[in-house]
């Protein structure tokens, strides 16, 4: 069965740094790209972050770019997402989700999502 | 930038009601669409992807058509587990992937 484990979430000031951490189980997770997906409180999904299989790719929503970073520690079946300079609008549950193609290619699908970690910008 | 449009953007309906939701590409995307469903407090599901392929698992029930700009999922005989929001994403602009802003489905 496919595991998809969140963690990490706090509450943080704004021009705060976190670190998101998404455990992998249940399917051989080098063979695939993974992603970050966030949804504010009350509001749609919007994707913020991709990793190539081996770390060698990542690619950023513009919202996000140049503040996050994605990467991915294979050995360890783990993901995460470096989280610096945060926003008041980057408060979302942020979800870890699987890519539904594996190995060299991108599908852009979803077809696994972690139940979500809570990440609150406030002062 | 792709943007997704969805209608309606709340549906009411009845256990058995066909539901049908559209979404629209702001420019082409092939068939690169897929249809989620979200229940309150729940991470998405997968439910169609490539615009048409029924993800495993998913009820018959659910069917997804269309290529270029219109898409519809239908849902052919509403369910009571069926209430819950859908979201499209289009997965062709790589690797700008956008979501439609959701469409509700609750019990009329």
């Known amino acids: 069965e496919v595991q998809l484990v969140e963690s990490g979430g706090v509450v943080v000031q704004p021009g705060g740094s976190l670190r998101l951490s998404c455990a992998a189980s249940?399917?051989?997770?080098?063979?695939?790209?993974m992603h970050w997906v966030r949804q504010a409180p009350g509001k749609g999904l919007e994707w913020v972050s991709l990793i190539s299989w081996d770390g060698g790719s990542t690619y950023y929503a513009d919202s996000v770019k140049g503040r996050f970073t994605i990467s991915r520690d294979n050995s360890k079946n783990s993901l995460y997402l470096q989280m610096n300079s945060l926003r008041a609008e980057d408060t979302a549950l942020y979800y870890c989700?699987?890519?539904?193609?594996?190995?060299?290619?991108?599908?852009?699908?979803?077809?696994?999502w972690g139940q979500g970690t809570l990440v609150t910008v406030s002062s | 930038d792709i943007q997704m449009t969805q209608s309606p953007s709340s549906v009411s309906a009845s256990v058995g009601d066909r539901v049908t939701i559209t979404c629209r590409a702001s420019?082409?995307?092939?068939?690169?669409l897929a249809w989620y469903q979200q229940k309150p407090g729940k991470a998405p599901k997968l439910l169609i992807y490539a615009a048409s392929s029924l993800q495993s698992g998913v009820p018959s029930r659910f069917s997804g058509s269309g290529s270029g700009t219109d898409f519809t999922l239908t849902i052919s005989s509403l369910q009571p587990e069926d209430f819950a929001t859908y979201y499209c994403?289009?997965?062709?602009?790589?690797?700008?992937?956008?979501f439609g802003p959701g469409t509700k489905v609750d019990i009329k």
């Open positions: 989700a699987k890519d539904i193609i594996g190995g060299y290619s991108y599908g852009g699908h979803f077809d696994y």
């Open positions: 249940g399917f051989t997770f080098d063979d695939y790209a």
């Open positions: 420019q082409g995307i092939s068939s690169w």
């Open positions: 994403q289009q997965a062709n602009s790589f690797p700008l992937f956008t």
